[in-house]
C-alpha cells in the first residue's frame, strides 16, 4: 500500500505566498506534521514603476476623493509606487479621503501599511466581490458628481466596477500598476505537483485567473508531465474561483472566507479529514 503523503499547493504569487504558507503550517502541524507544502505561482505579478506612471500616480492620488483598490496586488504595488517615487501615502492623499476594497485581505493590507479602518470601505465577507463593494458605495456616496474616483488595478481584469461607476456618472480615473504574468506551461515547477498523491492533495486557489490558466496547463495532455487534477481536492476564497475550479475539472470543491487565517483553517480542516479517512 503506498503511503499516506498529503500535500498543500499555494498557488499565489510568490512574494504573497509566504504568509499564507506559514500559516498554514503553523495550523497543519498538529494534525499531521509531514504534510508537504508546495509552492506553484501560477501568476506572477509585476509592478510597473517607469517614471509617467509615478508621475501620473501621485497627481491622481492628489486629486481623488474615492482610491478603489482592486486587490492585495494592487495596494502592494501602489505603495510600491510611492515609496519608489520619493513620497508617503500622508502627502499624496488628501485628509478623509474614502477608500475601497473587495475583501478582507484587502483591509487588512491597508491596515499593515497604516492606514486606519474607519477610512476603508468593504462588503461583508460572504459579498466579497465588485458587486459587493458597489452595494457599499452606494450606501455611503449619495452625489456621485462630487466625487473624483481613482481605480487602481492590474492590467486586464473585469470591469463590472468601471461600468457601475460610469453609469452614475462618477468622475473616474484607472491607473493599471501591474501585469500577471502566468507560469510558463513547460516551467519544470509544474513536475513537483504531477509527482503527488492527488487523492491527498490540496489546492488552495485564491484568484479565478490563476484558475482559468491552470486549467490550460491540464488541457494539454500530451505534456510531460501530465497534470490531472480530478482526484484532488480545491480549497477556494470565494464562490466565483469555486465556479471556475469546477469549470476546469475539479469535483472535490470547498469554499472560505478570503482571509488567510480562514485559508489556513479551512486547509487544517481538510487535512483532518484526510488523517481520518487514510487506512
Not at 452595494?135 to 456621485?144: E, H, M, P, S
Not at 460610469?166 to 505537483?193: F, H, K, N, T
Request: aromatic fraction near 4%; proline fraction near 5%.
Amino acid at each position: 500500500m503506498k503511503a499516506f503523503e498529503p500535500a498543500i499547493i499555494v498557488t499565489r504569487p510568490t512574494g504573497q505566498a509566504r504568509r499564507l504558507t506559514e500559516l498554514i503550517e503553523a495550523a497543519t502541524q498538529a494534525v499531521y506534521p509531514s504534510v508537504r507544502m508546495v509552492s506553484l505561482p501560477l501568476l506572477t505579478i509585476i509592478p510597473k514603476n517607469d517614471l509617467a506612471l509615478l508621475t501620473q500616480l501621485r497627481t491622481a492620488l492628489h486629486r481623488a476623493t474615492l482610491i478603489v483598490f482592486v486587490s492585495p496586488n494592487a495596494i502592494e504595488c501602489a505603495m510600491r509606487a510611492v515609496d519608489d517615487a520619493n513620497s508617503s501615502w500622508e502627502q499624496l492623499v488628501s485628509p478623509g479621503v474614502k477608500i475601497g476594497v473587495v475583501g478582507q485581505s484587502s483591509q487588512e493590507a491597508l491596515i499593515r501599511h497604516g492606514l486606519t479602518k474607519e477610512c476603508i470601505l468593504v462588503p461583508a465577507q460572504n459579498e466579497s466581490d465588485s458587486d459587493g463593494l458597489w452595494k457599499v458605495l452606494r450606501t455611503n456616496i449619495t452625489d456621485w458628481s462630487k466625487e473624483s474616483v481613482l481605480i487602481i488595478k492590474g492590467e486586464g481584469g473585469r470591469e463590472t466596477l468601471i461600468e457601475q461607476l460610469r453609469s452614475v456618472s462618477a468622475g473616474l480615473e484607472i491607473l493599471s500598476i501591474y501585469l500577471r504574468v502566468p507560469l510558463d506551461l513547460a516551467s519544470p515547477m509544474w513536475q513537483s505537483c504531477a509527482e503527488l498523491d492527488l487523492r491527498h492533495t490540496l489546492w488552495t486557489l485564491t484568484s479565478s485567473e490563476a484558475v482559468r490558466h491552470l486549467g490550460e496547463r491540464c488541457k494539454e495532455v500530451n505534456r510531460i508531465p501530465r497534470l490531472a487534477i480530478e482526484n484532488s481536492s480545491a480549497l477556494c476564497s470565494h464562490a466565483n474561483i469555486a465556479n471556475a475550479a469546477q469549470q476546469i475539472g475539479f469535483k472535490n470543491i470547498s469554499v472560505c472566507e478570503p482571509r488567510d487565517e480562514s485559508i489556513s483553517q479551512s486547509a487544517a480542516a481538510w487535512l483532518a479529514e484526510q488523517v481520518k479517512r487514510f487506512p
